[in-house]
């Protein structure tokens, strides 16, 4: 069975680019999660969907960043404009409903110059 | 607010038993652990639930204190292969809150 599957896997961009994080769930999971993650600040859970509705996006840092998921196969992270703090591993992670255990992909590693 | 691990980095021989410890400023009602090795995703180990049911890894166990405000992990009999980062993350909502992770280092 496929994982969860996130692109790119490696990001380098500019200070003020716009910058789109993907991610596909596993089939059948109804929760999906983004989360960063850096050495400072470890795990962090920046926004959680459940049945593709936003439930909490409390951890979302600023409004340059969103979040999207328009359908149950697809998410989407987008920082606008993109900073060099903004750099780290973003994970996308599933899980289905009265299941207790997180599926992570294999992240996105952001490097803002 | 993050959760406390403790010890941050151990290093064990092969064989040898380890105990992570998992603290909370809040009561902890069920717990995941997992386990991130280097340049990887995390990956579930177990998760221990408040009644004190263990649910996942065979060789790995968990428990909570009297106060329930900090898990531990056990590891018996570690393997090269239980060389990673391990992360509690207790459950409060339907939100995980990783903690700040210990280093396990296991050598031969």
């Known amino acids: 069975d496929a994982g969860v599957i996130q692109s790119p896997r490696h990001e380098v961009t500019e200070m003020g680019q716009e910058v789109t994080l993907r991610c596909k769930p596993i089939s059948g999971h109804n929760s999906l999660f983004w989360y960063r993650q850096t050495m400072m600040r470890g795990l962090e859970l920046l926004i959680y969907?459940?049945?593709?509705?936003?439930?909490?996006d409390s951890g979302m840092p600023e409004d340059r960043f969103s979040a999207k998921m328009p359908n149950a196969s697809f998410s989407t992270l987008k920082i606008q404009p993109s900073e060099p703090r903004d750099s780290a591993v973003y994970f996308c992670a599933s899980s289905l409903a009265g299941d207790i255990s997180l599926h992570f992909g294999n992240g996105t590693r952001l490097t803002v110059t | 607010q993050q959760p406390v691990q403790s010890p941050q980095a151990v290093i064990l021989r092969e064989g040898e038993d380890a105990v992570i410890n998992c603290s909370s400023s809040k009561a902890l009602y069920s717990v995941h652990w997992y386990r991130q090795k280097h340049g990887e995703a995390p990956v579930f180990l177990m998760i221990?639930?408040?009644?004190?049911e263990q649910k996942g890894h065979e060789k790995i166990s968990a428990s909570f204190n009297e106060k329930k405000q900090q898990s531990s992990l056990y590891l018996t009999a570690s393997q090269l292969s239980y060389s990673g980062t391990y992360f509690c993350a207790p459950l409060g909502g339907k939100k995980l809150t990783f903690g700040t992770g210990t280093r396990l280092t296991i050598i031969p």
């Open positions: 969907f459940n049945n593709n509705v936003p439930i909490d």
């Open positions: 221990l639930l408040k009644g004190g």
